[in-house]
T-cell receptor
Framework: KQEVTQIPAALSVPEGENLVLNCSFT??????LQWFRQDPGKGLTSLLL?????REQTSGRLNASLDKSSGRSTLYIAASQPGDSATYLC?????????FGKGTTLSVSS | NAGVTQTPKFQVLKTGQSMTLQCAQD?????MSWYRQDPGMGLRLIHY???????DQGEVPNGYNVSRSTTEDFPLRLLSAAPSQTSVYFC?????????????FGSGTRLTVV
């Protein structure tokens, strides 16, 4: 069974800190990997998508990396802000649908 | 606005009632799928479709039925609602061709079964 694990489950940091969220997966033959943000009571917003042939993607203060051989992806958030507080989910495309981790809930204090 | 539209946003059902959660996308995506999100369980795949007329089961299909008569619509039917089906339901869609395409999610339906 394909699994996605996200560590830590929760993280609290002061504003301005750089941080890394981790995602590991068991299927080395992934198609792509997508990072999402979810605010409380809301839907999922796509942040970054990394194709299996790519090593990383960047959008503003966010950088996501992918290492298929080790089954790991990281989401790097630079200069964190209180507005970054949310749950971050990673998911890889297993066949035709997404397989999700349980997420990391981030709290950034001002 | 292009995207995935889910209706209703909120619903309360009594045990044993049936209902249909609607999902429509206007991006001509071939792939569509339904997930449920529960505390501590994450997002789990219920059913998915790779195109009109083709559906398949995901991880937790029991108690749910789907059909895909058009590319745009992918309704999820609860046949006889149970309290265990209290959850937040998300519909998602994607292009089929190429690893460069990610999934777009609807805003969700919060269902309570009493």
């Amino acid at each position: 069974k394909q699994e996605v694990t996200q560590i830590p489950a929760a993280l609290s940091v002061p504003e301005g800190e750089n941080l890394v969220l981790n995602c590991s997966f068991t299927d080395s033959a992934i198609y792509n990997l997508q990072w999402f943000r979810q605010d409380p009571g809301k839907g999922l917003t796509s942040l970054l998508l990394i194709q299996s042939s790519q090593r990383e993607q960047t959008s503003g203060r966010l950088n996501a990396s992918l290492d298929k051989s080790s089954g790991r992806s990281t989401l790097y958030i630079a200069a964190s802000q209180p507005g970054d507080s949310a749950t971050y989910l990673c998911a890889h495309r297993g066949g035709t649908a997404l397989i999700f981790g349980k997420g990391t809930t981030l709290s950034v204090s001002s | 606005n292009a995207g995935v539209t889910q209706t209703p946003k909120f619903q309360v059902l009594k045990t044993g009632q049936s209902m249909t959660l609607q999902c429509a996308q206007d991006m001509n995506h071939e792939y569509m799928s339904w997930y449920r999100q529960d505390p501590g369980m994450g997002l789990r795949l219920i059913h998915y479709s790779v195109g009109a007329g083709i559906t398949d089961q995901g991880e937790v299909p029991n108690g749910y039925n789907v059909s895909r008569s058009t590319t745009e619509d992918f309704p999820l039917r609860l046949l006889s609602a149970a309290p265990s089906q209290t959850s937040v339901y998300f519909c998602a869609s994607s292009y089929s061709g190429g690893a460069g395409y990610g999934y777009t999610f609807g805003s969700g339906t919060r269902l309570t079964v009493v």
